[in-house]
């Protein structure tokens, strides 16, 4: 197989120690992706794709009415080529983990 083609834009290795905790399902069909989100209301999360990239936000507005603190986060991941973007989807857990699931369109290249 070459790698040569990802090496420059794309680090699989990286990938798969990043903060997302990418895995592969058994069956090789999809990708899935865990965002620690406890403290967060599904609501006040944003879930998008951006090119190649995928962006995970959320917005905590304060519960005091004296400040305009707010509690936030932002987290993006460069994503395989390969990835059906169009059916992505997205859950938190009850444990509050965002759990994202997209499949692949050639499983084969994750072999």
């Known amino acids: 197989m070459d790698h040569r083609q990802h090496s420059a834009s794309f680090n699989i290795a990286d990938f798969l120690q990043s903060k997302f905790h990418p ?14 989100t406890r403290g967060y209301q599904p609501e006040e999360l944003t879930v998008r794709l951006l090119d190649d990239s995928l962006l995970v936000q959320g917005k905590k507005a304060s519960s005091s009415s004296k400040t305009s603190d707010s509690k936030q986060f932002s987290q993006s991941i460069r994503l395989p080529d390969g990835i059906d973007k169009c059916n992505v989807t997205s859950q938190v857990m009850d444990d509050g983990m965002l759990f994202i699931e997209i499949p692949l369109i050639n499983s084969s290249m994750y072999r």
């Open 23 to 36: 895995t592969f399902t058994p069956n090789r069909k999809k990708l899935t992706l865990k965002v620690d």
